[in-house]
Each structure stands twice: as structure tokens, then as C-alpha cells.
Nanobody, 123 residues
């Protein structure tokens, strides 16, 4: 069983910064990609940023230049540094681990989600 534990959400004023962290734990052999998605009230979940084990990154156009995703492979942890936050960034942010190989079943790749952390940006 693999668990993703997120931290770092909260309330911040527009223009401020936050850092989200997500640590994956369990019988993990490898994780191909980790990332962040968000879901605002009444909207569908959308991709924010992803990073592969080789540090290849992908960002939503709405966060390019403001958010930075990074990863510590040794700790199975992914970070999202969010700068110049806007009220439209308000959402629940979910951590994602994709193409996860676990020691108990190395012939299959799993996808896992965290519980989500609230980010609220006030104007």
C-alpha cells in the first residue's frame, strides 16, 4: 500500500507564496512521474504541473513562470513552489504519483492520489 501525504496549503494574500510538499511512503520500488492537480469549487480537476524521475517538467499555461515543481527522488517527495499567487489559484491541490512500481507486485504500474490540501488566495 502506498500513501501520499500532502502539506503546506493555507490562506495567503494575492501576490504571496506557498510551498506544497507531498511525500510518498510504502513499499515503493520506483515512481515514474509525480505531480500536482487542482480542483476549484464547481470545476473539474486540472493539471498544474508534473515532473518525471528524470526531472522533465510540464506546467499548465496558467501557472508558467509563477510555479516551480521539484522532486527529491531519494525521499519520494515532490514540491510545488507557488509564487505571485492569484485568487484564481484558489483550489484543493492534489498530489499524484503515476506509474508507480511497488515491491509486492513489480509487474504492474499503479497510480495514487493524495487526499488534497486547500489553497486559498485572498484578493
Amino acid at each position: 500500500q502506498v500513501q501520499l501525504v500532502e502539506s503546506g496549503g493555507g490562506l495567503v494574500q494575492a501576490g504571496g507564496s506557498l510551498r506544497l510538499s507531498c511525500a510518498a511512503s510504502g513499499s515503493i520500488f520506483s515512481i515514474n512521474a509525480m505531480g500536482w492537480f487542482r480542483q476549484a469549487l464547481g470545476k473539474q480537476r486540472e493539471l498544474v504541473a508534473t515532473i518525471t524521475s528524470g526531472d522533465s517538467t510540464n506546467y499548465a499555461d496558467s501557472v508558467k513562470g509563477r510555479f516551480t515543481i521539484s522532486r527529491d527522488n531519494a525521499k519520494n517527495t515532490v514540491y510545488l513552489h507557488m509564487n505571485s499567487l492569484k485568487p484564481e489559484d484558489t483550489a484543493i491541490y492534489y498530489c499524484n504519483a503515476d506509474r508507480v512500481v511497488v515491491a509486492t507486485n513489480p509487474w504492474y504500474e499503479y497510480t495514487y492520489w493524495g487526499q488534497g490540501t486547500q489553497v486559498t488566495v485572498s484578493s
